[in-house]
């Protein structure tokens, strides 16, 4: 509760520092939507309180850290535990053992990187993506390339909606109008993952048989 309380008050004070602290909480820990962040910001930033680039800015070097706290948290605590779960009877009853989890590394390893910049896009997948990138032990200047990418993309596209609003609605109704705008790109991003998903997926399906071969 008190968690929550706080949030609300860096809500009530945005500036640089709380963007980029909310930021990283919502990026890493306690997943909340960042629509109730950035563009209220920059509607501030509009109405000339704040500069807008300073929020995009903020806002994803805020990401960046919140994804790696769940990288680091991957690669040091949940990698181990995938390992020993991998090596124990009960992971070979469920058909998961060592061989089958360095094959998973490997898919990682070759397409990791547009697995990282499209999941940053989609909604409730920007949190998690990072924790397969420290699983997998992507490279980190690899993961920070392509996490600043998305969530760069995302965080402009939110920050240029809460910019053209500030002339046009009153505050009061931003949250619910931004739910509305957010909502419609996030199935566009989400259409988008499933194609360039299926695209690696038909892609894997097709070399197998040349793997095979060799």
Known sequence: MESLSFIQWCLDHLNYWTIT???????????????????PAAYKAAAGELNVWLVI??????ANIGALINYYTALWIGRPLVYRFADSRIGHMCLI????????????????????????????????ISI???????????????TTLGAGIWNSILA????????????????????VYSR??????????IFALAFLIWKGVKKAPADDIA
């Open 57 to 62: 800015l903020s806002a994803t070097v805020g």
């Open 184 to 193: 419609e790109i996030s199935w566009i991003f989400i259409a988008v993952g």
């Open 97 to 128: 053992d060592r061989a089958a989890v360095n094959k998973a590394e490997r898919y990682f390893d070759e397409n990791g990187r547009i697995s990282t910049f499209i999941g940053r896009l989609i909604p409730a997948v920007r949190q998690l």
């Open 160 to 179: 240029g909606i809460g910019y053209y609003l500030e002339s046009v609605i009153p505050q009061e109704q931003l949250e619910a109008t931004v739910s």
């Open 132 to 146: 397969p990138a420290g699983l997998s032990r992507m490279n980190v200047s690899t993961f920070i390339l392509y």
């Open 21 to 39: 602290l909310l930021m990283t909480i919502e990026s890493s820990f306690i997943p909340f939507p960042s629509e109730i962040v950035i563009p």
